[in-house]
């Protein structure tokens, strides 16, 4: 994994400095395993993973060093989890077209199935106000949504053939905004009528992959093939883009914003998998203004 990449975003009118984040790291005890995509439990503070190559979650407990592993179905391939607030860790089955719940208290999985065989890669997850799950399927080309109570999933194709939608969050209004690393478009879905907007940015080489939303509700993306950090303003329809300090080889990935609003991205925490089978966490110091001079 390359650097960890800060670019301050700021909005305010007094100049202000951020220092740089340390950076600590745990070896996984599962070699070669590839775990990606932590997330933070909010009910105990542990950090959940998937172990992509090795079939499996797992969590970390910082204070303690403990790891513990929980094994899924056969061929599954997790990409992404995220933990509801009740502690049940809900996975993208990415390579058997299905959206699971595991159970940590007793080790139980439910498996939820695309119900279209076309659309078999579920990808990544994000909740909304009310509990249910958004996800994108990238090879399937659809954006999904799973109501948890009532297990259905309903599917929306992305009319851009070979959009390739990955990255997706939700905005203040509880509104999805995907990002569609096949070609150089945003996404959105109105939760009410299930419609979907695409938006085509500028520059027809970008290929968004990872995004955020700030709270102001401007939507932030990482542009992977040309190293850029771009900011879409939903109400203007204005584009921005910066050139990473990594150039056109930064390859901008995960994405998170802080309880700052800043925006941190990682080119190939801040908690963090990689490649080097270890996981990761920036620890990010306090924004201080800048001394000013009289």
């Known amino acids: 994994m390359k650097s960890l990449a800060l670019l301050g975003l700021l909005t ?50 910082p204070t303690s060093g403990e790891f513990k592993r929980y094994d899924l179905p056969a061929g599954s391939g997790p990409h992404n989890l995220i933990v509801d607030k009740s502690g049940i860790v809900w996975y993208s089955g990415n390579l058997a077209g299905y959206i699971g719940r595991l159970d940590p208290k007793d080790g139980s999985i439910k498996q939820y199935p695309i119900p279209d065989k076309m659309v078999r890669d ?65 996404g959105t879905v109105d939760p009410a009528t299930m419609q979907l907007r695409e938006i085509t940015l500028p520059r027809p080489e970008a290929r968004p992959r990872r995004m955020e939303i700030t709270s102001d509700d401007k939507v932030w993306y990482g542009d992977y093939a040309g190293g850029k950090l771009g900011r879409y303003d939903p109400v203007t329809g204005k584009v921005d883009e910066w050139q990473l300090p990594g150039g056109t080889d930064a390859r901008p990935y995960a994405m998170v914003r802080d309880d700052e609003d800043r925006v941190w991205v990682v080119e190939t925490s801040i908690w963090f998998g990689t490649d080097n ?10 924004r201080a203004p800048t001394p000013q001079t009289p």
Do not use: M
């Open 122 to 186: 579920p990808h990544t997850l994000v909740f909304d106000k009310n509990g249910d799950i958004w996800f994108t399927a990238q090879g399937g080309n659809a954006v999904g949504h799973l109501s948890v109570s009532a297990g259905t999933i309903r599917l929306i194709k992305v009319p851009t053939e070979n959009a390739r939608p990955y990255g997706i969050k939700l905005d203040s209004k509880g509104r999805p905004w995907f990002v569609e690393f096949g070609t150089n478009k945003i």
């Open 12 to 61: 305010v009118a007094v100049p202000l400095a951020d220092k740089p984040p340390v950076i600590k790291e745990w070896p996984v005890p599962w070699a070669d395993t590839r775990p990606r995509d932590p997330y933070l439990d909010p009910t105990t503070n542990r950090i959940w993973f998937c172990g992509q190559a090795g079939n499996y979650l797992a969590y970390f407990v």
């Open 277 to 286: 089978n270890t996981i990761g966490q920036a620890i990010l110091p306090p």
